[in-house]
């Protein structure tokens, strides 16, 4: 019988995705100290947080990989992920018997084809020893910055856990060409306080160590045996040119009496019976051994795709022959397992999950074009083709097109440029450049704004190229021939143009993307211009790449969003607010003659697994009858199982002090040490919520001082340059000059800019009942613009955060109230509730209230009975 086809249309990084989302907390929760707060300071949670979504999540997933999955080759995280091993175990559970359903509807699809999966897999990766993965982020998302985060992490605990062998101790980044190349500077000059907690950084200033081999001549000086190197280069500087053969025994023993010395005696690994033939393959071939007297390597390949589509295939090993870049990676993965080290795993950053619509095995995380332009991390596509065209009615009118739509609007301080790809030099500069200059003479503008660069360039041309991105740079039409297609982060491009076609028809999806970089803080529109022959063949890359078709390239795009220019009402709002400090000093007290730990008082209800369960059941013939169960299944959750010994050894490293001391204090407990063995290893959370608290309390008496501070803080400060840039959604912005009756009763600012509607619509109620006095809206100005914030502690993090409250509204004599606007399903948070919690010390402290209100009661109160949010306040007072 003949063998099913096998696809890969299977998405299994997605299915490993939602399985991550949907376990995250108890993943999160078996990570390593340092992982968990380079997490919290990158996370949602953190309101000055640097990272995009896409980068965040991508990381998220390089951390499961490691600490979760153990680095793992996709073909093991896939079997173990299907018989539900290991982690995968809660793969079983279901938030409900519909989630069940459906995870049992895809086991079904799935199971025919699982050995063909497991295969396709397994076979992708067979002949590496080390683990390979996938990150397909499309471009503009940050992969570089992503990269750099990555190797900063596994430094960080490398350095923490330099016995473990999860982490890379030095990392080594391909790039593919030049262009890229010097994209890569960004990981050594990137600010690394942006993604790093502050404790990090300066131990990474002061021992990463940089190397740059930017051409053949550039010898690598790195330190044998030593750690946090990161050498970056392209292919070609380090590859292995001749493939390795199996020596004979003779020539193995030649190795030991031979009398060449140094490179050339190890040179003969890999190049038996030959010598380097001059002085550039020498160089490249000690790089090579460099790199392999490195310990514990991690590999990073930047822009894995370099040319979009079966390249890639061939480069990361799909199609199973090996390439250059391939075989020297799996040499130095050879090598450094003779020396006692390792390859830990293989990076790859590609801008596509697919390759001819197939998606790649080891893939583990995909993040696409459509989401990045409609998530604005890109610009709105906007597509111009001709037909029956000349190549000068080309480019006369693109450049009127053009110029009518940007002209000289400088978009933050910088023109607008257009790039001209050309096949040829001749091409260019017969044809190309004359037409341009012609229709620019005719427009009346002037041809000193004309850029042209490719590889017959001088250097005055190559450094004008190199400062095209900034606010100096005059030039607005660049003319190029394969150049810039790749690696080049021009913000500034707002088109392209190509009229004939190249050689490649990769080239031409190349191309077109160069300009959508996102520029300004609002989301803009990007043109490109294309002959119809042109056309045709972006239509097909756009369907092998990113399985995305030109329409949907071109309907793409991001919410309506406006550049709002708020100014602040004169005089700025200042209120008067006490901040309470509170101090606590610890004094070591005598060792307690006995402790008890009333485990028959503590509550273990927080600490069961519930799985809820709701049926329809036919009662007759007309008649159903919903019923309901709740089965406690706590026992699938992984615990440890502390002895005596890691007991004490637990409580003492947890608290920092002797073991002895621990091992009397339970000695000498009212509780059996059997009884508190049993506890905590029936919940685990026991010793850390109630036994370690109470040992601390034991041995340390805790006196809290408690100072008031009173003062004054504005609502909002006097911004420099006259007025704050905010964009938002015109949809859910109201304006003081359209609620000039309210002027004396709200709006500090001339502008409120809601993030949802039930914000926009608490806010107009409370305006117009005509008992509350003062109504400010204070949770637009979140980035140092107020003064007027409640210090909480993140239950996460543990690190001190500021909240911004959605409102202040004051009531008559009532005093002032403080309201924020949540989601139902958001109310439970852990976050909210310790926003709650800091927000409500603050209140009694300030004689105000504070409620949290619900989107179903705004709606209730908008929508239905349209009473006044007054009696709403009232009721919630009450």
């Known amino acids: 019988m003949a063998k099913k086809q096998v696809t890969m249309d299977f998405t299994f990084f997605k299915h490993l995705w939602m399985f991550y989302q949907k376990n995250r907390k108890t993943i999160i929760s078996k990570y390593q100290g340092p992982t968990k707060k380079f997490l919290q300071f990158n996370g949602p949670e953190n309101p000055d947080r640097f990272l995009r979504t896409p980068q965040y999540e991508a990381f998220e997933m390089y951390v499961f990989l490691k600490e979760g999955l153990k680095n793992l080759k996709m073909s093991n995280i896939f079997k173990a992920w299907y018989d539900r091993s290991d982690i995968f175990e809660l793969r079983e559970q279901g938030a409900n018997n519909v989630q069940i359903g459906q995870m049992n509807m895809l086991d079904e699809m799935i199971r025919d084809n699982y050995n063909q999966i497991f295969e396709t897999i397994r076979e992708f ?83 990463i160590k940089y190397f740059f081999l930017e051409d053949t001549k550039t010898d690598l000086n790195t330190v044998d045996g030593s750690d946090f190197n990161i050498v970056i280069t392209n292919n070609q500087k380090v590859i292995l040119k001749k493939e390795h053969k199996e020596k004979t025994a003779g020539e193995r023993l030649f190795k030991y009496i031979s009398s060449s010395a140094g490179v050339l005696a190890e040179a003969a690994d890999v190049l038996p019976n030959e010598e380097p033939e001059d002085d550039k393959d020498l160089i490249a071939n000690n790089r090579f051994y460099k790199l392999n007297r490195l310990p514990q390597l991690g590999i990073y390949v930047d822009e894995a795709h370099h040319v979009f589509g079966s390249q890639l ?169 394969n150049k810039g297609k790749e690696g080049w982060n021009c913000r500034s491009l707002f088109a392209v143009a190509l009229f004939r076609k190249p050689d490649s028809t990769i080239f031409v999806l190349q191309a077109t993307m160069r300009c959508l970089r996102s520029i300004d803080k609002i989301q803009q529109t990007a043109s490109i211009y294309l002959s119809c022959e042109n056309a045709e063949i972006l239509k097909a890359e756009l369907d092998s790449n990113f399985r995305m078709s030109v329409n949907e390239l071109e309907n793409a795009k991001g919410k309506e969003k406006k550049l709002f220019k708020i100014s602040v009402t004169k005089p700025p709002i200042e209120i008067k607010i006490t901040r309470v400090k509170k101090t606590f000093d610890i004094e070591e007290i005598k060792e307690p003659e006995k402790i008890t730990f009333d485990f028959d008082k503590v509550s273990t209800d927080k600490y069961k697994i519930l799985a809820r369960t709701i049926e329809d059941v036919k009662m007759g013939k007309d008649l159903d ?65 109630h036994v370690i608290p109470k040992i601390f309390r034991s041995i340390y008496k805790i006196t809290e001082r408690e100072e008031k501070e009173p003062g004054k803080v504005f609502l909002v400060k006097e911004p420099e340059s006259g007025y704050y840039e905010i964009s938002g959604d015109p949809e859910k912005t109201i304006f003081l000059c359209n609620y000039k009756d309210f002027s004396c009763k709200s709006f500090h ?113 908008s929508f239905n009975t349209r009473k006044t949010n007054l009696d709403f306040l009232a009721e919630e007072e009450d």
Not at 137 to 158: D, H, N, P, R, S
Not at 165 to 174: T, W
Not at 422 to 449: F, R
Not at 799 to 821: A, C, N, Q, T
């Open 313 to 481: 295939a061939r480069d990361l090993g799909l199609n199973r022959t090996k390439t250059s870049l391939k075989l020297t990676i799996d040499e130095m993965a050879n090598n450094l397992k003779r020396s006692g080290s390792r390859v830990v795993a293989c990076y790859n950053y590609t801008g596509t999950p697919y390759v001819k619509k197939t998606i790649l095995p080891e893939v583990v995380y995909g993040y696409g074009l459509k989401d990045a332009i409609e998530n604005e991390y890109l610009k709105r596509v906007r597509l111009k083709t001709y037909s029956n065209i000349r190549s000068d009615e080309f480019v006369k009118d693109v450049i009127s097109d053009f110029w009518g739509e940007y002209g000289e609007n400088r978009h933050e301080n910088m023109l607008p440029k257009i790039a001209f790809f050309a096949p040829t030099i001749e091409d260019l500069e017969d044809n190309l450049k004359p037409s341009l200059e012609q229709v620019l003479d005719d427009l009346g503008i002037s041809s000193e704004k004309i850029l042209v660069n490719h590889e017959r360039s001088d250097n005055d041309s190559i450094r004008e190229f190199n400062g095209l991105d900034t606010p100096k740079s005059e030039k607005q039409f660049i003319l190029l021939v």
């Open 125 to 207: 990766g067979s002949a590496s020893d080390y683990a390979n993965y996938i990150f397909a982020l499309t471009m503009g998302t940050g992969k570089t910055i992503l990269m750099a985060m990555c190797i900063f992490y596994e430094f960080v605990l490398a350095h923490k856990l330099p016995k473990d062998p999860l982490y890379c101790h030095n990392a080594l980044v391909f790039a593919p060409d030049k262009t890229v190349l010097s994209s890569l500077e960004e990981i050594q000059t990137f600010d690394k306080t942006k993604v790093v907690p502050a404790e990090y950084v300066n131990f990474l200033n002061s021992n």
């Open 749 to 861: 600012l001339d502008t409120y800019c809601f993030d949802s509607k039930p914000e926009m619509e608490l806010f107009i109620d409370l305006l117009k009942s005509s008992d509350i006095e003062k109504l400010y809206f204070t949770g637009m100005l979140t980035h140092g613009q107020t003064e007027f914030y409640i210090s909480y502690i993140d239950p996460e993090s543990k690190m001190v955060r500021h909240y911004y409250p959605d409102f202040l509204v004051k009531k008559g004599d009532d005093g002032w109230s403080i309201l924020e606007v949540k989601a139902d399903n958001m109310i439970d948070d852990a976050v909210v509730q310790a926003k709650k919690e800091a927000a409500e010390q603050f209140a009694i402290e300030n004689e105000m209230t504070y409620s949290i209100v619900s989107e179903s009661e705004v709606r209730s109160h």
């Open 625 to 689: 009858k919903q019923t309901e169960s709740t089965e406690d299944i706590t026992s699938i959750r992984e615990k440890r199982k502390f002895s005596r010994t890691t007991l004490v050894a637990e409580i003492a490293r947890y608290l920092n002090i002797s073991c002895l001391i621990v091992e009397r204090i339970l000695e000498r407990a009212e509780e059996e040490l059997e009884k508190i063995l049993e506890c905590v290893n029936e919940y685990n959370e026991i010793l850390y919520d």
